[in-house]
């Protein structure tokens, strides 16, 4: 583990003089590299959900990998399909069933309704989600229609859900 937590030193070190926009993230056993995006978003909507999600195993791995792919063109549609994966994969370790995403909407009420008091919160809540499933199924899922600004947003609504769902 001493092995790891200086190679992950060293990495930041050398990266930092190449001025290559790579962040570097070292959770439990594991050094993750992903392309930079806006800084105080990469710490609380990617970082903070690496960590919240490593105690979800799988869920982890599939987040990670989304983000082992977001710089590269080719792998656009792994990012999305994986960031996808691992939101409906939370929602049901979290709501205690084995539903899709879309079939989430009885069970996820009664949650939202009990973690948010704010009407306005709730409705804001169900319009992101629904619209990510819409560009979800309408642009992944049943598509290739992405662009690499595209990924990066989702990458962050992503983040925002989960930190939701895990009342962070």
Avoid: C
Avoid at 103 to 122: A, D, P, T, V
């Amino acid at each position: 583990n001493s092995i790891k937590e200086k190679l992950s030193e060293d990495l930041k070190q050398i990266i930092g003089l190449t001025g290559i926009q790579i962040e570097i993230k070292k959770i439990k056993n594991d050094i993750i590299l992903y392309p930079k995006g806006a800084k105080i978003l990469d710490e609380k909507l990617v970082n903070d959900a690496l960590d919240w999600l490593s105690e979800y195993p799988p869920i982890y791995e599939k987040y990670k990998l989304a983000l082992s792919y977001v710089d590269n063109k080719a792998k656009e549609r792994i990012v999305l399909d994986n960031l996808r994966f691992s939101f409906e994969q939370l929602l049901r370790e979290k709501l205690n069933n084995r539903k899709s995403l879309e079939n989430q909407k009885e069970e996820l009420g009664k949650f939202i309704k009990s973690e948010i008091q704010s009407n306005e919160i709730s409705n804001l809540f169900w319009k992101v989600y629904d619209f990510y499933l819409k560009y979800q199924n309408e642009n992944v899922k049943h598509s290739d229609n992405i662009n690499k600004n595209e990924v990066e947003f989702m990458l962050y609504q992503t983040g925002i859900l989960i930190r939701f769902i895990l009342g962070k």
